[in-house]
């Protein structure tokens, strides 16, 4: 795995998606077969393959609480080419620092939060959720352990996930769920719709 530390220029980034994306790494441990996000290492020239690096953007929590108060009132989606969660937030709790900063801001009121992972190490911060008010969702697209493990090799186990989500209920987070990619011949939706049926939304 090449772990760096680099420096970034934004924290909060404007994005199509929604209004802003917070990324504290750029590239991800969890090494998903079929992530998007792939894309990043052509515009940033990067050999590794998708899986095998993690950049850590080091100043990212310095630079957040100025732009608090500086931009716009919006939404927060942590993370969209990371998972904000994966093993290595464990040894640097960028993410966390990054609620708490926004938990502390006398700007946080301008912001909502949304937060996606594969990863149960979530249940670390259900504290600053509920504090902030976050929606938490997790990505699924089977129930398979054995073939999870072959496309998403990294990430917590379906199950575990589903549960962290119900454990996050159960103490008054918003949660949803995302399943993606629908996989033909793997993914089953109406197996799914079951087990999740406790969340607030499910996005396909």
Known sequence: MNIKEIKCKNCMTKSKLTDYVINPYTGCSHGCRYCYADFIRRFQNIPDKWGNFVFVKVNCVELLEKELAVNKPGHIWMSSVCDCYMPLEG?????????????????????????????????????????????????????????SRLIEPFASPPVERIKTLREAKEQGINVYSFISPVLPGITNLEELFKELIFCEYVWV
């Open 91 to 147: 040894k640097y709790k960028f993410t966390r620092r990054i609620l708490e900063i926004i938990a502390k801001s006398p700007y946080k009121n301008k912001f909502s939060i949304e937060i996606l992972t594969k990863s149960v190490l979530v249940k670390r911060d259900f504290d600053l959720l509920k504090q902030l008010n976050a929606e938490l969702g997790m990505s699924i697209n089977n129930l398979d352990e054995k073939v």
